[in-house]
């Protein structure tokens, strides 16, 4: 009888572990594998939500030659790209495309209800078939508007429309269409006005009745069409230890200060190295990541070092690297980081 009765208990216990396995959806046969965040195929293997069936494939495996300023980035987990049209020369030394350009407001959006993605979309592609990233420069800006908005005089109440529904179209279709490839965005661009260092007169400022009202709104939304990105803010110029540097970090401190999603900034311009470090540090004491965009390669390389050396640096853009032994400055310059956390942690 108790014999009986445990081999009861083991056919029934063999029996539901049977149609266990017939039930679990097969990875092999699945229509569509969860990537992962980095598209190496980390993830769980199974993606059931069918608004992402449409997905592009794994990400294609680049071979990175381990002697190059690319191979030197990634190992210190930094993006370092440069602006212009992307090609097989730039992949083998930068691990970050940057669209410029392309993004801004005037290309994309030229016509009400009209957007064009092409040029940016070419630019993202290649990153993606290369396992690059995406630096998306001014997403919101006082410049590079177009004539509808610039001289249109849209009310307050349409101007909000507008600039929400161009943040959630533009960064939404990024996210969906090269998921986890668009990595920053620098979503609010030149805010402080340098002379008078309060807000920028725009379109954007008259906006509501607070002119500094969009710029939070423009980050909460950015942030709902991509929560993965890392977004940043930039101010030309704003590199240095002056008034207008000072106008800025007081803007992504009450930024901060009121929870809204802003995870760095952008130097933009040739930063002094003693400067760079200063700027640095004061944001690593907010949380906030740094990084510098600058088209004077020449002045920039101190700059560059110093950002290297600090914690919360994410990277560098120089948008106009001329030659190899520019290039070459930069890997050495990366491998000498490296050489030192390698001592430090020995």
Known sequence: MKFSFIFGVFSLVFILAACQSKLAPSKVNSPVQDTGADGSGGGSGLDTDPARKQLPPPRPVYKVNPNSLRAQAEQLHLLIGTTGPANEALAVDFNA??????????????????????????????AFDHGMQVLALSLVSSEALPEWISAGAPSQKDLETILHDYIKKVVGHFHEKFPSVVFV??????????????????????MNDQPDGYISLAYEWAHEADATAKLFYRDVGANGMDDQANAVFALISKLRQAGVPVAGVDLSGAAKAEDVQAIGVRYQKLGVAVRITTGDDATASAGFAECFLLSNCT???????????????????????????SSAQS
Do not use: C, M, Y
């Open 315 to 341: 990277g560098v853009t120089p948008k106009k690297l001329s030659g190899a032994d520019a290039i070459q400055s930069l890997t050495e310059q990366l491998k000498a980081r490296i050489k030192a956390l």
């Open 185 to 206: 965005w620098n979503v609010v661009d030149s805010a402080i006005d340098p002379n008078g260092l309060g807000i920028r007169k725009s379109p954007w400022s008259q």
């Open 97 to 126: 495309v940057t669209l410029d350009d392309e993004i801004k407001f005037k290309t994309i959006q030229p016509k009400a209800g009209e957007f064009h993605f092409e040029a940016a979309d070419a630019q993202a592609q290649f």
